[in-house]
């Protein structure tokens, strides 16, 4: 029943910018942390961003921590991120992710909990070249 669909991935030059959406369905918005995770070809899964369900903070990875903004919209049952000032090492699949069970970021501790999270989107790709 509960479904996260991204869009927004494509190919993008170094230095340019993209902004991914996730739509939720099926659960209580209000009730789910929602997060970033992505993964390049013969690399582990990292996670990129959290952003918490009742307070909206924002917690990033270092590797993003500035050129990327997480938001949400809760009329919309959607989590946004925008990333900026693209590199070809931002290149990956990226997925969003959640659990009813877990509503907060903790301080972003969040993004090593993947394997905790039920829901995930299909993934959106990502390219990042000249």
């Known amino acids: 029943e509960a479904q996260l669909v991204e869009s927004g991935g494509g190919l993008v030059q170094p230095g340019g910018s993209l902004r991914l959406s996730c739509a939720a369905s099926g659960f209580r918005f209000d009730d789910y942390a929602i997060g970033w995770f992505r993964q390049a070809p013969g690399k582990e899964r990292e996670g990129v961003s959290c952003?918490?369900?009742?307070?909206?903070?924002?917690f990033y990875a270092d590797s993003v921590k500035g050129r990327f903004t997480i938001s949400s919209d809760n009329a919309k049952k959607t989590v946004y991120l925008q990333m900026n000032n693209l590199k070809p090492e931002d290149t990956a699949v990226y997925y969003c992710?959640?659990?009813?069970?877990?509503?907060?970021?903790?301080?972003?501790?969040?993004?090593?909990?993947?394997?905790?999270?039920?829901?995930w989107g299909q993934g959106a790709q990502v390219t990042v070249s000249s």
């Open positions: 952003i918490g369900s009742s307070d909206g903070r924002p």
């Open positions: 992710a959640g659990d009813t069970g877990i509503r907060s970021c903790y301080s972003g501790k969040y993004l090593t909990y993947a394997k905790y999270l039920d829901v």
